[in-house]
C-alpha cells in the first residue's frame, strides 16, 4: 500500500471529529485513509471512571466491526474505494498506531475536552503513539475550522522540520502562517533586551528565507514573543487552525521522547496540535 493517513477510532463523538479531518488531510495530499478500531483492554482507558465503582461493558465483536465499516465507508466515500482501508485490532490502541505508524504520512488521532479523566484517556493513547510514532501525530480537538497555522521554532533540529510541516500545510489549506520564536529574558544578559530581541528578529527573518522562497504564495507572519514557550502557544491556539511544533526543542533532554511544550499543548491547546519529529528528510533535499 502506498502513504495513507492512519487514523484511530473508537465509539466516541471525537474520534469521529478525528476520522474527518483525516479524510480531509488525505483529500488535499492524494493519499488513502487507513482506520484502525483497536479493542483489547478498553478498561485501560477508563481509570478513573473504574475507580469511581463504574465499569463500562464489553461491546460485542459484530459493534466493533460495525463501527470500522462505517468509518472505512466515510473515507471511501470521500477518497474512492482503493483509498479507504480498515484494521479491527485486538490490540491495545497506542499499540496498534504504533503498528500501523511505519507506512504512514501522518497519524491523526482524537482528544477528548479537557477534563478530569482526560488526562488519563489522553495520556494513554495520544501521548504515547505523539512520543513514539516515526512520522508527524495531529491530536485533533474540536471541528476543523480557519484560522492561522502557528508554529512555534527554537532553531533546534525538531523545530526545523515543524517549520516545513507548517509551511506545507498553510500552502495545502490556504490559511495563513504565523511563526514565533519565545524566549524569557533572563537578568543575567550581557545584553538589553531591546538588542537581543533585534537579534533574534533578524535571525527568525534570516532563517525563514528559504521556506519563503519555496512557498510564495503563503502568507507569513512572524515574530518574537517574550514568556515560556507553552504559555503563548497555548494563547496563539484559541484563533489557530493548527498548532505545530518539534517533538523535542533546543532545550530538550537527550533519553526524552517529546519535551515540556509539546507535552503541554497536547493538553491544553484549544486547536489540533502536530507534533512534527526529527526525519531524514530536510528542505535542502526536497
Known sequence: MTKYILVGVDDTPEAQIALRWAVDAADQRDLAVRVV??????????????????????????TLQHQLDEAVQFARDRLGYERGSGWLAAEDAQDALLMEAGG????VVGSRSRNKMSAAVLGSVATAVAAKAPCPVVVVRGERRTGPIVVGTDGSPDSEDAVLFAFEEASRSGQPLRVVYCW?????????IDTTDGLLKNWLAESLAPYRDKYPTVTVRASVAE??????????????????????GRGGVA?????????????????PVAIVRRHSQTLKES
Open 184 to 192: 524569557q529574558p533572563q537578568a543575567e544578559h550581557a545584553a538589553s
Open 104 to 107: 504512514a504520512e501522518m497519524v
Open 37 to 62: 478500531r483497536a479493542y483489547l483492554n478498553d478498561l485501560k482507558q477508563w481509570p478513573a471512571v473504574s475507580m469511581a465503582g463504574y465499569v463500562p461493558p464489553a461491546m460485542p465483536l459484530g
Open 255 to 271: 533519553g526524552l521522547l517529546m519535551g515540556s511544550v509539546s507535552q503541554s499543548l497536547l493538553h491544553h491547546a484549544d486547536s
Open 227 to 248: 514568556g515560556r514557550a507553552s504559555s503563548q502557544l497555548i494563547k496563539m491556539s484559541e484563533t489557530a487552525s493548527l498548532v505545530v511544533v518539534g517533538s523535542r
